[in-house]
């Protein structure tokens, strides 16, 4: 162990600093740690372990205390000198690359305050791009709320997070929690394909051959989270059928009869259906700025949220603001929030309580800051919803970017009928 040579290290010094010194200096160390399957030897001080972790108290104090150097082979050197370096300063220079092994180390020696600091890290840096991923991780460390947190990031997310690298790496458990995720908007081709690209990568980890019959053999139950009735029939028999034997090609499709995997499969996972008023994609990138659009609509419906085009051609973060109103002055509802975007997803749900439409004329305006959009064109006025309803948009003055019905931001709609008239009629609701 080193001695200090400095004979004033400690003046103006304030404790976290003394404490820190101390560690760093390995002045009066008296226990050795061997870290990692190298054992690579990390000094401390049993004085601040056992004051900061019962853990510790009772390997390092008593009669059954451990003597010697202690092997500690699940955690490595670099991570265990951040986390130690927490029970001495209260403060853990925590990363993305770090924070999950720091994790587990507070869990492991019951230090609930860097466990807490290290959930809240984790909370505010989740994103679209890397949740599965850490989903994936945290679902081994057991820990419910850092799982929480990942699942909503993802059902927020889903089309980003199933169109990102990470999702074809993730383990089957985390790919079996997200094929069952209600109240989300997803197209079920969709699904299917990235859960395929998912299958192709499982075939080569397990080091067998991408055939028909292994990637049915590794999707497992998985192929049952999938709501095949609601596909095209073109699609089905084009891309599904292939990989399924007649006899469960005929059950997947026939989601009504007892004992079948699929019951109850054709029912959407989402509450609401988008209407979208623009066929196509404008050429060129849009401002993210200012715009809004004006609606009515003729019909019991309810609206849950709104669409919005993400990113032109590089991913992106946006904070958008939005706003409904009643005609041009009554707000129903105003707030902030944030989405990620990649060039593969073109719209984005962005959701709120749900809002009873009354035949009037309702404003939607919206303010982001990022970098171009995508946008619509050849824009429709009138897009029918439903059996019966209707939805009309209009051009709004308070519109400065250009946003008309013809083109630009805010492409659709969430909606939905409301129950009173869909428990009449529920036959005209099959395949909405």
Avoid at 127 to 154: F, G, P, Q
Avoid at 168 to 189: D, F, H, P
Wanted: charged share 25%.
């Amino acid at each position: 162990m080193t001695s200090h040579t400095d004979q004033d290290w400690q003046c103006d010094k304030t404790l976290q600093e003394c404490m820190a010194s101390m560690l760093d200096k390995e002045i009066m160390c008296d226990v050795t740690f061997l870290m990692g399957e190298e054992g690579h030897e990390v000094n401390a001080h049993k004085y601040v372990l056992v004051s900061r972790s019962p853990v510790f108290q009772a390997m390092l104090d008593g009669a059954m205390a451990e003597r010697g150097k202690i092997k500690i082979t699940d955690i490595d050197k670099d991570t265990f000198q951040v986390f130690i370096r927490y029970l001495y300063t209260d403060d853990a220079p925590l990363t993305e690359e770090n924070v999950l092994e720091v994790l587990y180390a507070s869990k492991k020696y019951c230090v609930d305050r860097l466990t807490k600091k290290c959930k809240e890290f984790l909370q505010f840096n989740i994103s679209a791009y890397n949740a599965c991923l850490l989903m994936d991780v945290v679902d081994e460390l057991v820990d419910k709320d850092v799982h929480r947190y990942c699942l909503r990031t993802i059902k927020d997310n889903l089309e980003v997070c199933l169109a990102s690298p990470w999702f074809k790496s993730v383990g089957r458990k985390c790919v079996q929690a997200i094929t069952r995720l209600k109240g989300v908007y997803i197209r079920e081709e969709f699904l299917f394909e990235q859960v395929m690209k998912w299958c192709d990568a499982e075939c080569e980890r397990q080091k067998i051959e991408v055939s028909w019959s292994n990637k049915r053999e590794v999707l497992g139950d998985i192929l049952y989270n999938i709501r095949f009735p609601l596909m095209t029939v073109s699609y089905f028999t084009k891309e599904v059928e292939k990989i399924l034997p007649p006899e469960e090609t005929s059950a997947l499709l026939k989601p009504d009869e007892v004992g079948n995997p699929a019951l109850l499969k054709h029912i959407r996972r989402c509450q609401y259906h988008r209407v979208v008023r623009f066929p196509t994609n404008y050429d060129r990138s849009w401002p993210a700025n200012h715009d809004a659009i004006l609606f009515r609509t003729y019909g019991d419906l309810c609206l849950y949220g709104i669409l919005v085009y993400g990113c032109y051609d590089t991913p992106c973060r946006y904070s958008v603001h939005v706003k409904i109103k009643e005609g041009q002055r009554n707000i129903l509802t105003e707030f902030s929030t944030s989405i990620e975007s990649i060039p593969e997803v073109s719209m984005h749900d962005i959701q709120f309580d749900p809002i009873r439409l009354m035949g009037e004329v309702y404003t939607v305006e919206i303010s982001m800051k990022g970098s171009p959009t995508k946008a619509g064109s050849n824009g429709r006025k009138t897009v029918p919803f439903g059996p019966i309803s209707q939805v009309h948009f209009f051009y709004a003055n308070n519109s400065p970017y250009g946003t008309n019905q013809e083109l630009g931001q805010i492409p659709g709609l969430l909606l939905r009928e409301r129950d009173t008239y869909r428990q009449r009629h529920p036959s005209l609701y099959y395949n909405l």
